[in-house]
């Protein structure tokens, strides 16, 4: 859409733990990093070594007659299948075995043993495979939340979202487009939740959501063997340009009190967060009291308060000062190749 301005996400090379700690991660904007040994995987994962190792464990996947998947009007279906069968299924264009249609779409985003208490890890649900990945070392070994273990279709899309803790996403095997909103933009996004209501972002129902264009578009495509630092709140959505395995990393770059003991997703809001969120509710709910020209009146003084009080003049700045709870130690710098 040329309406929105578009900015190429910066690709660094030669990165390693010191040098992101030092000069990519303070500055909090996705960044591309290009040549991070992952390990064997990069070479191994081809379609028959993937259903091999992972046999015939049953996982949950996502089915849909179109590529582009809506989580908030839940366009596709829960199955199971062997895992085997579902690589075998995902890497094709036409199917002979289908739930839905011939040319259904399938997404795998794995969970824990315990779907309830337990986040995803590679090294629990498929450990053979996990020997292949090495995990990139950029944060400390206590603040792992997850790794998540990602296989989609050639042209699938997932929805627009943000997530609340930093991550990285590996780009195993096959090229995927990634287009991500910064989080000061989220008033043009039309949210419900976590999610953006805008499903096409390439071609988006200005009638309906008119602000959408206001929002900056930064883009990058990830080859094999990339990564992508999402930090935290920046919202993103994926296409796969080819079929393709990945694994998100997640971390908890706040202290670990600050999240959801109860959240082995990983993408409910900070507990402080939820209860600003339940207090403005109840605030707007005393509102609702007073005559309309009243509402309006001190509504717009609330609006005027919480900009005071809470928005960042220049949040590059503010958030490149260290956290001594996850200070490292300092690096050489490099620049985006």
Partial sequence: MELQERIAVPIFKGVDRDIFVQEIYPKRRPAVLRGVCLGPCLDNWTVEYLGRKGGEKEVKIHVSTVPQMDFLHKNFAYRTLPF??????????????????????YYLRSLGEDVRKEPADLGKQFPELAEDFHIPQFFEPDQFFSSVFRISSCGLQLWTHYDVMDNLLAQVTGRKRVVLYNPQDALHLYLSGDKSEVLDIDSPDLERFPEFVKAQRFECVLEPGDLLFIPALWFHNTVALQFGVGVNVFWRHLPAESYDKKDPYGNKDPLTATRALQTLERALHTLEELPPDYRDFYGRRMIQRIQQRTYSINLSSSTAQEDPKTTLPSSPQTKPG
């Fill in 84 to 105: 085997n069968e579902f690589v075998k299924r995902a890497s094709e264009k036409k199917h002979s075995d289908f739930f839905l249609c011939e040319d259904e779409s």
